[in-house]
């Protein structure tokens, strides 16, 4: 065992710092100041877009003395950082987009709520891709805290490498230990794909399983929430804080009572049928990907747990399905940013129409526009058929493959990407590459399942040396304690998830 002084605190889980503190080995001010001054420290990664340490350091003291007078709450004490999406009082909110530059919200998300009332301190707030569109965090059009303008978010690892997107500030804050823990979104593999891509381990409730309460909207069937950290054991103690019904707020918050995931971390997995889909092996498939994710297999095996071929055969339409319906919604939610109540306004305008117009020409990014576009034309009157409601009906089926596959195993488990990392403005200027690189996130995505991604592992090509490799776990409705029991089985028995990048 490893003593609370010979490790640094940023090298503590959340579980080991839960523990100092509520053992009063360190205080929650001293842990916020650290991790503020870590995370100040590297502004070159481009993680963070806020601090507002007064507010930090408030909320900490608040813990201390809840820590003395014997109230605490389970992570009382232990930092956090929020993605730029989940709305915040004391921090401004931009989710990515200059549209919502200098926005502050009158209220929490229901997410950052319920994770300060178990008693996390939030850091700050972290980038992301404008309102989540994207798959590398270079959609970003905010400054991160630290440089004048927009600037790359870095993948630790390797800093001329993407860290993935969108929640690329909360992978990023977590693998260089400048947070403990951080919030993300998966809207089509936004906790799973950064994760992978940066060896940390994240996890997508299902569907209706945490609140989207708060949480800027990208497509409202898709998005969810959930922890990114450094085990599964840390990511059941988040989940087990965040997720719970709200019922008044969010009208797709699921009726069902809030669960401890740590309940099953230790059960055995011998006997545990883990469905191994073929359409997950492919030609698409790297081969430092293939090679980490089938020792991952063995290595289960070993544990006790046996492979089943399984097929998920709509796999690849989980791609233009996807982009059809996110890109749908994303054309309605975003019309709510129209200059007139809140975010940016154009200064000059000849009238009402016009006024929209150049409020989101200048607004919105790229990306975004392109969504609006898309989004647009297959909601249209002549084309809903064709385009929208084709999607709708082969979501359908994506799911039904699942319930189909789940009669044959427990687990479901494959590649999160079918790559690592990319070089920064490698696929910047082609949108389908990277909604290519989506393939294997989308489809729980679609079908409203909870999904993780845990560390299995390094590329060791020449191109590519060093760059972690993730394996997504893929469970049924709910099963959320059994992926987490399976990731923390397979993390006591391999150290991945231990290793951290070199200079940090
Ligand atoms: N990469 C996907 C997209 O661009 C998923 C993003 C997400 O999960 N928020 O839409």
Not at 205 to 225: E, I, K, W
Not at 266 to 280: A, T, Y
Request: net charge negative; glycine share 8%.
């Amino acid at each position: 065992m490893t003593t609370l002084s010979q490790t640094a605190l940023h090298d503590l889980s959340v579980q080991q710092l839960a523990s100092a503190l509520a053992s009063k080995q360190i205080s929650a001010v001293e842990a916020a100041q650290h991790f503020l001054a870590r995370s100040q420290a590297h502004g070159e990664l481009g993680a963070y877009v806020e601090f507002n340490p007064e507010a930090t350091l408030a909320q900490a003291a608040a813990a201390d003395a809840r820590l003395a007078q014997g109230t605490a709450g389970a992570l009382e004490g232990v930092p956090v950082a929020h993605k730029d999406i989940f709305v915040t009082k004391d921090f401004t909110t931009t989710a990515g987009s200059r549209m919502l530059k200098g926005y502050r919200s009158p209220f929490d998300a229901t997410v950052v709520a319920k994770l300060a009332q178990s008693g996390m301190v939030t850091l700050g707030k972290l980038n992301c891709d404008e309102f989540a569109m994207g798959s590398s965090n270079e959609n970003s059009a905010v400054a991160p805290v630290g440089h004048e303008a927009p600037a790359p978010v870095r993948n630790p690892w390797n800093t001329d490498r993407i860290p993935g997107g969108s929640s690329g500030g909360s992978a990023v804050a977590v693998a260089a230990r400048l947070a403990p823990a951080a919030t993300g979104t998966d809207t089509g593999g936004s906790i799973r794909q950064p994760a992978s891509f940066c060896g940390i381990t994240g996890i997508k409730p299902t569907y209706g399983r945490a609140s989207r309460y708060g949480m800027v909207a990208f497509a409202s069937s898709l998005d969810q929430a959930g922890p990114m950290a450094r085990n599964a054991e840390d990511c059941a103690l988040l989940l087990s804080a965040l997720c719970g019904p709200d019922l008044d707020r969010d009208s797709t918050s699921l009726d069902v009572p809030a669960e401890d995931y740590r309940r099953n971390l230790n059960d055995s997995i011998e006997g545990l049928r883990i469905g191994v889909p073929k359409e997950f092996f492919g030609d698409g498939l790297a081969d430092d990907v293939r090679a980490a994710v089938n020792a991952a297999l063995a290595q289960y095996e070993q544990l006790g747990a046996k492979l089943v071929p399984i097929t998920l055969p709509r796999t690849e339409l989980s791609i233009p399905v996807y982009y059809i319906i996110a890109p749908a919604e994303a054309s309605s939610n975003l019309s709510r940013f129209d200059g007139v109540k809140f975010g940016h306004r154009a200064a000059q305008f000849a009238d009402l129409a016009d006024m929209y117009k150049k409020t989101r020409s200048e607004g919105f990014g790229e990306e975004v526009q392109r969504r609006i576009m898309i989004g647009t034309y297959v909601l249209s009157h002549g084309y809903y058929d064709a385009y929208y409601l084709q999607a709708q009906k082969i979501r359908r089926m994506i799911a039904d493959d699942f319930q189909n596959a789940f009669k044959e195993c427990d687990v479901i488990a494959g590649p999160v990407a079918p790559t690592v990392a990319w070089k920064l403005g490698e696929k910047s200027d082609d949108p389908v590459a990277n909604y290519l690189a989506d393939i294997f996130t989308l489809p729980a995505s679609l079908a409203g399942l909870p999904g993780m991604s845990l560390p299995v592992g390094f590329s060791n090509t020449a191109q590519d040396q060093g760059l972690p490799i993730g394996m997504q776990l893929i469970g049924n409705y709910f099963k959320e304690a059994q992926l987490l029991n399976a990731a923390h089985r397979f993390q006591q028995a391999t150290d991945f998830h231990l290793a951290k990048p070199a200079g940090f």
